[in-house]
């Protein structure tokens, strides 16, 4: 069965009523024939019947053996941290998205459990790095937001070797493009906010484990937490991913475009994009991925804040904002935005310099968006006119 074939029949219709879009069931309790006895529901943060219907949606998308649904993408990696006890390690690739940063050092390292920060790009640098604490390793690939690419083979190979688990933050890739679990994970996080939504409607967190035992460990903590999803939140989802597959190829066709345009601008000194063959890690992305992506990020020559948020401020078709993933066109300053969070010599030492701008490539016309941000880039004055000059505008 092709991908996109998958996609489309993972989503079942009701056997009820023979609908063909999920049910909303839109109720905070369920009727019992006796205490105890019930058609399978009794409470709905325990277990609702469309959040269930997206979370094996997801658990097959993955090939994993459970799913589990969260309020948020933050929810489903709190959920993943609450695995671990005080005294034990995270070993966490360098370039992180900042709130899960946040959540890593400023809630979880208080409770005892280290994170060690690390170049994942090259699988030694984890070798190396893994110690008798470590009990996850934590990877985003393609990172947020300068789009590092990690192997998530042989990584998985590290893990097992040393008795951790390896959780894979999929939400760049999603499995239109990219499934860990197959790879060797053990958990996939995603921000369904994101791709699997694809709308900017919603906000959701997916967890899946490829373990039947570990995925019972995930749902007893959303259960005991009680950071679920919504029956509707749930079925946005589900509706979303009725067209990720075309979706994606369309996002990864336009960013590709972006990024060859971006790569040539005599404005541009640096473009992040894993599609391009000077991408450091570009090999290992064609390898483990079925695709690019939609994202593309790059740093200006004139590497200052001010530069990068006179550009950002002057798009017309790509829309100053948080997230991304969704069908219109987004750009954000991460320095400013998403990883305002992570100490600037931190974030820095990570590659996500000052004038570091993030896109998130949509469904518009790929010409329309070159020339976007053509007209942006001449209006900022960072067309032709020489660095030196450049440096001096305030």
Known sequence: MSNATQLIHSIPVDPLTGS??????????FVQDAPGINKGFDYARTNNPTRATLENIIAKLEKGSTGIAFGSGLAAIDAVLKLLKSGDEILAVDDIYGGAFRLFTHVYEKFGIRVNYVDTTNAENVFHAVTPQTRLIWLETPTNPTLKVSDIEAIAKIARANSCWLCVDNTFASPALQQPLSLGADLVVHSATKYLGGHSDLIAGLVVTKEKELGERIKFIQNASGAILAPFDSWLVIRGI????????????????????????????????????????????KKQSRGFGGIVSFILKNDTEAAATDLVTRTKYFKLAESLGGVKSLLCHPAQMTHKSIPAEKRRAAGVADSLVRLSVGLEEAEDLIADLEQAFESTRLHTQPLQARATIN
Do not use: C, D, M
């Open 20 to 29: 063909i879009s999920v049910p909303i069931y839109q109720t905070s309790t």
């Open 242 to 285: 009725e067209t990720l597959h075309l979706r994606v190829q369309q996002h990864s066709r336009n960013a590709l475009a972006v990024a060859e345009f971006l790569e040539t601008h005599p404005a541009v000194g640096k473009v992040y994009y894993p599609g391009l063959k000077t991408h450091p890690n570009h090999e290992i992305a």
